[in-house]
């Protein structure tokens, strides 16, 4: 008799296990939700972004030093202060783009990737495309040129100019 008595107070009864499962369960439940994965893979391509838009730019401020300060024909040709969206595609590049409203004609500046400046243009990670990049660009009459992300999802705006 006092065997068994000995094998019943060292396991755990059903009930016990049940309730650690459950709050393990409640547990793992409050943490996914307070980590918001949604939120995370929002900030990781916004991140990608941040980086595309300054490796844009670090690549048009090296090829115009290394041109004696002449913009990429395609940056020169760009009328001042208005905002294209960068890709190969001839026209409607003007949809598309929810931070700026863009030109009919897109910006191609695929001379950067053939002349090494860039490995190849940027393309969004939400579903950019070569024709349509889902960058823009922007040359001011002073010169200054910015580059930026059309649709940024966790940050209020992504660009970058120089």
């Known amino acids: 008799m006092s065997n068994m008595r000995k094998l019943n107070k060292d396991g755990f009864t059903l009930i016990e296990l049940l309730i650690v499962i459950a709050v393990i369960a409640i547990l793992a439940a409050v943490v996914f939700v307070a980590l918001d994965p949604l939120q995370r893979f929002q900030e ?22 290394d041109n004696g ?29 929810t ?20 490995g190849s243009i940027p393309v969004d990670p939400s579903g950019g495309t070569l024709a349509k990049s889902d960058y823009y660009i922007q040359r ?18 992504i660009s970058t100019s120089r």
């Open 140 to 157: 001011a009459a002073t010169g200054i040129v910015t580059v930026g992300a059309c649709d940024p999802e966790a940050a209020a705006a």
């Open 44 to 65: 990781a391509r916004d991140s990608q972004r941040w980086s595309d838009v300054n490796n844009m730019v670090g690549a048009i401020t090296t090829d115009q030093v």
């Open 69 to 97: 300060g002449a913009y990429l024909a395609a940056i020169t040709a760009l009328t001042s202060d208005l905002y294209y969206q960068i890709g190969t595609d001839g026209a409607a590049c003007d949809a598309g783009c």
């Open 99 to 118: 931070a700026q409203t863009t030109q009919a004609a897109c910006a191609d500046l695929t001379g950067l990737a053939t002349e090494g400046y860039l």
